[in-house]
């Protein structure tokens, strides 16, 4: 069972693309981090791959029922977070000054896309999409 229409964030493959390109413009270089890097990609590779079991066999560009289980149960947008993991990893593991200087410019277009997700959600589902929304934080759990 996998799920169909998988939401690959753009504004993400943009930043991570970006800063690939600025790197090789002019390089700005920091310490690396490996051992950190790793980590974050391991977390958002995980947390992406578990919310895409959880989703199934859902068309998650035209849902016909909410996901909550699995990380749709403490966050409304795990692949999203995921994504954001995976290229702070990056640059944490390649030193690259551009990939961490994208990341706000990426955090910035993934709410915009996040916030019409979720108001297509609110729309189709109403009253049971509000109270999924009340229990669970859009990106950490509230509480």
């Known amino acids: 069972m996998r799920a169909r229409n998988i939401p690959v964030p753009e504004a993400s493959l943009a930043g991570i693309a970006a800063g690939v390109a600025l790197e090789q413009v002019r390089r700005w270089r920091l310490k690396s981090r490996p051992r950190a890097g790793w980590a974050l990609v391991a977390a958002g590779s995980l947390v992406i791959a578990s919310s895409l079991k959880a989703a199934g066999n859902t068309d998650l560009a035209k849902p016909e029922g909410l996901v909550t289980s699995g990380p749709y149960a403490v966050s409304r947008n795990p692949m999203y977070v995921g994504w954001g993991l995976l290229q702070l990893g990056i ?47 859009r990106y950490v759990p509230t509480r």
Request: net charge negative; glycine share 14%; hydrophobic share 40%.
């Open 91 to 137: 640059g944490l593991i390649t030193g690259s000054g551009w990939m961490l200087a994208t990341l706000p410019a990426v955090g910035a277009g993934l709410r915009l896309d996040v916030v019409r997700e979720e108001r297509r959600l609110e729309q189709h589902f109403g009253d049971e999409y509000e109270r999924y929304a009340a229990k669970v934080g």
